[in-house]
T-cell receptor
Framework: QQQVKQSPQSLIVQKGGISIINCAYENTAFDYFPWYQQFPGKGPALLIA?????SEKKEGRFTISFNKSAKQFSLHIMDSQPGDSATYFCAAMDTGRRALTFGSGTRLQVQP | EAGVAQSPRYKIIEKRQSVAFWCNPISGHATLYWYQQILGQGPKLLIQ????????DSQLPKDRFSAERLKGVDSTLKIQPAKLEDSAVYLCASSLAGAEGNEQFFGPGTRLTVL
C-alpha cells in the first residue's frame, strides 16, 4: 500500500498555541518522512524530515515525532504564529525509488 | 541559487485541446519529477526522470499524457487531448542524485483549467 493518511483536514489555532498534525502509513519500505509547507500559489517547500531510526527530531519550533511500530508520525508546531498559516503535507519516501507519496494536506490557520 | 522554473503559470483550455508545460530544474539536479496536484489533495507523482531516462511513469495516463527530458536538463509535459478531470496544478520538482537527493525542490507550478 502506497497511501499516507493525514489528519486533520483543517486546523485553527490561536497565536502562541501548539499545532499538531498526524499521519499514518502502511508501506514498510518507506524510510524517509518529510513534512512540506505550501503557501497559496507556491510549490511545496521542505520544512523538516526524519528517518525511522530516530523517534524525534526538532528544528526550532517544529518537531517530528515518529512511532515506527505504529507506523505513525506527527508534526508539532510550538508557539504557532500567523505566518505559519499554510497547508502542511506529510509525505513518505522509499529512498530506493525516490518518489514521494503525499498525504492529503492540513490547512492550518493561526489566529492573531 | 535559482529555483525550479516553470511556465506558463496559468493555462485555460477547452476539453479535447492540447497543452504543454515546461520545467527547468535546479542546475546540477539529475532527477526531475512531475506531480499533479488536484485542488484539496496532495501532489501525486506522474513521472520521474533520472538524467534523460524515465525511472517511474507507472501513474502517468499514457493515452493522453507524455513527457520528455531531452539532454537531461529541461523537461516538457504534454496533455493531448485534455479532459475536464485534468484541471489541476502541475508541479515540477528536482533533486540531486544519490544519498543527497532525498530533498525535492518544487517549482511554483502551472495551474491548468480545462473548460
Amino acid at each position: 500500500q502506497q497511501q499516507v493518511k493525514q489528519s486533520p483536514q483543517s486546523l485553527i489555532v490561536q497565536k502562541g498555541g501548539i499545532s499538531i498534525i498526524n499521519c499514518a502509513y502502511e508501506n514498510t519500505a518507506f524510510d524517509y518522512f518529510p513534512w512540506y509547507q505550501q503557501f497559496p500559489g507556491k510549490g511545496p517547500a521542505l520544512l523538516i524530515a526524519i528517518r525511522p531510526d530516530v523517534s524525534e527530531k526538532k528544528e526550532g519550533r517544529f518537531t517530528i515525532s515518529f512511532n515506527k511500530s505504529a507506523k505513525q508520525f506527527s508534526l508539532h508546531i510550538m508557539d504557532s504564529q500567523p505566518g505559519d498559516s499554510a497547508t502542511y503535507f506529510c509525505a513518505a519516501m522509499d529512498t530506493g525509488r525516490r518518489a514521494l507519496t503525499f498525504g492529503s494536506g492540513t490547512r492550518l490557520q493561526v489566529q492573531p | 541559487e535559482a529555483g525550479v522554473a516553470q511556465s506558463p503559470r496559468y493555462k485555460i483550455i477547452e476539453k479535447r485541446q492540447s497543452v504543454a508545460f515546461w520545467c527547468n530544474p535546479i542546475s546540477g539536479h539529475a532527477t526531475l519529477y512531475w506531480y499533479q496536484q488536484i485542488l484539496g489533495q496532495g501532489p501525486k507523482l506522474l513521472i520521474q526522470f533520472q538524467n534523460n531516462g524515465v525511472v517511474d511513469d507507472s501513474q502517468l495516463p499514457k493515452d493522453r499524457f507524455s513527457a520528455e527530458r531531452l539532454k537531461g536538463v529541461d523537461s516538457t509535459l504534454k496533455i493531448q487531448p485534455a479532459k475536464l478531470e485534468d484541471s489541476a496544478v502541475y508541479l515540477c520538482a528536482s533533486s540531486l542524485a544519490g544519498a543527497e537527493g532525498n530533498e525535492q525542490f518544487f517549482g511554483p507550478g502551472t495551474r491548468l483549467t480545462v473548460l
